[in-house]
């Protein structure tokens, strides 16, 4: 494994932001969701897609805080144009589950 230095860690900024709405995305190739997440006053709404529907439907995301690396250029995906990437970890079967803090933490933070 590759080491890189704490300047570069630095560049990824990953922000918490909070689901404000979420639907179903069937144009996607593979099953997924698109969600518009909240970062607060400084970045403010963003939108995304994600193959998560193992785990989630839109009605659940909905106030749910989540991790996303907001930095990254701007990615079409079919019709859609996905501004941040959602961070998860795979399950036992290769599902993703999103990332987020154990409680309630102010919009926009970033992570340390």
């Given at each position: 494994?590759?080491?890189?230095?704490?300047?570069?860690?630095?560049?990824?900024?990953?922000?918490?932001?909070?689901?404000?709405?979420?639907?179903?995305?069937?144009?996607?190739?593979?099953?997924?969701?698109?969600?518009?997440?909240?970062?607060?006053?400084?970045?403010?709404?963003?939108?995304?897609?994600?193959?998560?529907?193992?785990?989630?439907?839109?009605?659940?995301?909905?106030?749910?805080q989540v991790m996303a690396v907001v930095n990254f250029p701007p990615r079409q995906i079919?019709?859609?144009?996905?501004?941040?990437?959602?961070?998860?970890?795979?399950?036992?079967?290769?599902?993703?589950?999103?990332?987020?803090p154990d409680g309630k933490v102010p919009l926009g933070g970033r992570m340390h």
């Open positions: 494994m590759a080491e890189i230095s704490f300047d570069d860690f630095l560049k990824v900024d990953i922000r918490v932001g909070e689901v404000i709405r979420a639907e179903a995305f069937p144009e996607a190739r593979k099953p997924a969701i698109k969600m518009w997440i909240d970062f607060g006053p400084e970045i403010g709404e963003r939108k995304t897609s994600a193959q998560i529907t193992a785990h989630y439907d839109p009605a659940t995301l909905v106030g749910k079919g019709k859609f144009m996905s501004e941040v990437l959602v961070l998860g970890l795979p399950d036992e079967n290769g599902e993703i589950v999103l990332i987020g």
